[in-house]
């Protein structure tokens, strides 16, 4: 068994980079990988950019970047980043005076892209002044967008080509003695984006910033996005993340928070709720109750797992390992902490029960609850899981009739 599965997490293996800090964000060096997201606003509407950016880190961004695209925009960043309840980067393409005005604006990083930002006096400019206010960069290099030199010599927007333009800004950015870089190379197409930060890592030891740009909208967006940053995390690499989503960024930023959560990468925040697919035993409509399940607990702050399970004779000892969980009996629900049925309720109070239950977990502990459990609880869940089984046989699905029928099908007579 190796270290990684030794320690039960991916933290145990992540790529060691420098550290790099986006106002009170610290970025690399083994910090905790963080999560970014984009406003959707023009930055000019001070009022309605803050009220975005109060809802990312609410869902669990840690820096929220803003574009800086013309002057109102620099004048909004002014106003935006005192009142920000997260550090703020600005984002700037083709203009550096736009950036040189969102330094002056207070913001906490920058991001450039050398494949619009290519003079390199002016690169200078904004990297000596963002070195004087110790502020931190990203060259955030983007396949759609490559400088057509490079294009030209690797044949197209190639892991080498991508890579290659990061180098080269980073030894720009470098003649003025400017460190404080984080490095993104983004594709929308998966397979480039992971073989770009593979290389990028075994080049440069700045912190990655990973991505998988215009993955576009949800589900599909949400699945490259996790495939691309998903595979390069289990690997070690990177140290923060933006899911790019054609959606409200409040998506990408629960995204995010829910992939790190998940890999074990950042503390659980939230609820993680697991729920069974159903099947031919299930006894209520999983789906339903899940959703409401996941909708009730969403607004309140449960770090713990919770199950819904659609029936007593799998449920609970399919998901013994969450905090809590209901799984569904005769027209009753069994809830069970840790595996141990608790309590029995009427199926429509299931919902209900599960959050009262969670809210107590939270403030009693799970020695306290399993104190007082029901003390026919178990019995009643035995009951019904005997009368499901007798009822419904072991095989609800028919898989062994099925299965005779597929042999008889293709038997050779
Ligand atoms: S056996 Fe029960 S718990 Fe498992 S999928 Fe079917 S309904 Fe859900």
Request: net charge negative; with cysteine; charged share 25%.
């Amino acid at each position: 068994m190796n270290d990684t599965r030794r320690k039960g997490g991916l933290s145990a293996h992540r790529r060691m980079t420098r550290q790099v800090r986006v106002g009170d964000v610290t970025i690399g060096g083994g910090a905790p990988v963080s999560v970014q997201s984009m406003t959707t606003t023009k930055t000019a509407d001070v009022e309605g950019t803050l009220a975005q950016i109060y809802e990312l880190a609410a869902a669990g961004a840690d820096i929220v970047r803003c574009t800086c695209n013309e002057e109102a925009a620099a004048e909004g960043l002014a106003q935006i980043v005192p009142r920000s309840p997260v550090p703020i980067v600005a984002d700037v393409h083709f203009h550096y005076e736009m950036a040189l005005a969102a330094i002056v604006a207070g913001v906490d990083g920058l991001r450039i892209n050398p494949g619009n930002l290519r003079k390199a006096h002016e690169v200078r400019i904004v990297a000596s002044e963002a070195k004087d206010r110790g502020l931190p960069i990203r060259v955030g290099v983007n396949a759609g967008s490559l400088h057509p030199d490079l294009m030209k010599r690797y044949g197209g927007a190639t892991a080498e080509a991508l890579v290659e333009s990061a180098r080269i800004e980073l030894e720009l950015l470098g003649e003025v003695g400017f460190e404080d870089v984080k490095i993104s190379v983004k594709a929308s197409s998966v397979p480039l984006m992971i073989d770009a930060y593979r290389l990028a890592a075994e080049t440069f030891d700045n912190p990655l910033h990973l991505g998988v740009t215009e993955a576009g909208p949800p589900p599909e967006g949400i699945v490259k996005g996790t495939a691309g940053i998903g595979t390069l995390l289990a690997e070690g690499i990177g140290d923060t993340i933006r899911y790019s989503l054609t959606a409200d960024p409040v998506e990408e930023a629960r995204a995010g928070r829910t992939l790190l959560e998940s890999l074990r990468l950042r503390e659980r925040k939230n609820v993680d709720l697991v729920a069974c697919p159903s099947c031919g035993r299930a006894e209520v409509d999983v789906i339903e109750i899940a959703k409401a399940a996941r909708e009730e607990l969403g607004k309140r702050s449960i770090p713990l797992q919770v199950a819904v399970m659609g029936c007593v004779v799998n449920g609970p000892g399919e998901a013994r390992e969450a905090d809590l969980g209901i799984a569904a009996g005769r027209h009753r629900g069994h809830l069970f902490i840790k595996g141990r049925i608790v309590k029995v309720v009427k199926e429509d109070e299931m919902v209900e029960a599960l959050v009262d239950e969670a809210e107590k977990l939270m403030a009693e502990g799970i020695e306290a609850r399993l104190a007082v459990a029901d003390a026919g609880a178990e019995e009643a869940a035995a009951e019904d899981r005997r009368s499901l089984v007798g009822e419904q046989g072991a095989d609800p699905n028919q898989t062994g009739h099925r299965v005779e029928l597929i042999r008889k099908s293709t038997r050779q007579d």
